[in-house]
């Protein structure tokens, strides 16, 4: 048989089911619902498949192991195969966080051996520690309501290049009594501070001048919230904006609140003037 005979070669379905190692039931329910299709049919109906369809039957069971949906993946085909990238990417930081809910679920288990281990108090030892541990999760929960998997991965990547071992350490023990109320606060804050600054720079105000300091007072103040005043972890904030700004825009995972240049400018010279007048009355 030459090489094009070879290419035009068709198989029934089980002996493309064979050549797959999938089932005949998986091909026909594929068929069902739009996802394979047989290149062709015989004249009494039969489904007649074609090794090109054998690399779209590998490329939908790729994304099947990887965890896709049939809808993702039938839309993942459908895509330009460049934006391919993008959508592993959202698919490998959902997986994480399935990850991170199966740790959270593991370590429950680990705390109630153990205290079943100190002190055998049946059910009570259990209940008590998934009350505790489902507490922290709901917690984390809604983190999803404001962030995206794709900008909480981005996030984490970014902390990790930023913040020391030591820096890291105190944010994630500080984060656990942070609340969705908090979080809701916190933006209506920074939301204000950029309202504020784009409405001086609009009208052309002086940094040094009454309300440049008042605006300059106003984000330290909310800096030093989650600062708390230490100054690794302030350090490890400057070196985060750094990583973030230097980022394409399109990958910034909290664009709303990036300065522009002019912005920056403007709100460098109200915080270094700010600076200067709170170390002179200090001193």
């Known amino acids: 048989m030459d090489q094009h005979s070879q290419q035009r070669r068709r198989y029934s379905t089980s002996q493309f089911a064979q050549r797959a190692a999938v089932t005949a039931r998986t091909l026909r329910f594929y068929d069902k619902v739009g996802l394979l299709s047989p290149s062709q049919h015989t004249e009494a109906?039969?489904?007649?498949?074609?090794?090109?369809?054998?690399?779209?039957?590998?490329?939908?069971?790729?994304?099947?192991?990887?965890?896709?949906?049939?809808?993702?993946i039938k839309a993942c085909l459908q895509e330009d195969p460049r934006r391919l990238r993008e959508t592993l990417a959202a698919q490998k930081a959902?997986?994480?966080?399935?990850?991170?809910?199966?740790?959270?679920i593991i370590q429950a288990i680990e705390k109630a051996e153990t205290l079943l281990e100190e002190?055998?108090?049946?059910?009570?030892?259990?209940?008590?520690?998934?009350?505790v541990m489902q507490m922290e999760q709901s917690n984390k929960d809604w983190v999803n309501k404001y962030l995206t998997p794709e900008q909480q991965q981005k996030m984490s990547e970014l902390?990790?290049?930023?913040?020391?071992?030591?820096?890291?350490?105190?944010?994630?023990?500080?984060?656990?009594?942070?609340?969705?109320?908090?979080?809701?606060?916190?933006?209506?804050?920074?939301?204000?501070?950029?309202?504020?600054?784009?409405?001086?720079?609009?009208?052309?105000?002086?940094?040094?001048?009454?309300?440049?300091?008042?605006?300059?007072?106003q984000q330290?103040?909310?800096?030093?919230?989650?600062?708390?005043?230490?100054?690794?972890?302030?350090?490890?904030?400057?070196?985060?904006?750094?990583?973030?700004?230097?980022?394409?825009?399109?990958?910034?995972p909290i664009s709303a609140y990036s300065y522009s240049p002019e912005e920056w400018a403007f709100m460098q010279q109200a915080i270094d003037h700010y600076k200067q007048q709170s170390s002179l009355s200090s001193s």
């Not at 600062?227 to 700004?245: I, S």
Request: net charge negative.
């Open 220 to 252: 330290q103040d909310l800096i030093g919230q989650f600062t708390r005043g230490d100054a690794e972890v302030c350090a490890g904030l400057q070196q985060w904006w750094k990583n973030h700004e230097q980022l394409p825009e399109h990958e910034r």
């Open 94 to 104: 959902m997986m994480r966080e399935k990850r991170r809910q199966l740790e959270t």
């Open 159 to 217: 902390s990790r290049n930023s913040y020391s071992q030591e820096a890291a350490a105190k944010i994630a023990e500080w984060s656990k009594s942070w609340t969705e109320e908090d979080q809701q606060r916190a933006n209506q804050q920074w939301d204000a501070v950029f309202s504020e600054l784009r409405r001086l720079l609009a009208e052309g105000a002086d940094p040094t001048g009454p309300e440049g300091q008042a605006l300059a007072r």
């Open 119 to 131: 002190a055998p108090a049946g059910w009570d030892a259990l209940v008590d520690v998934i009350q």
């Open 45 to 72: 109906g039969h489904r007649l498949y074609s090794d090109d369809d054998l690399v779209n039957l590998q490329q939908i069971l790729s994304l099947k192991f990887l965890g896709f949906s049939l809808d993702e």
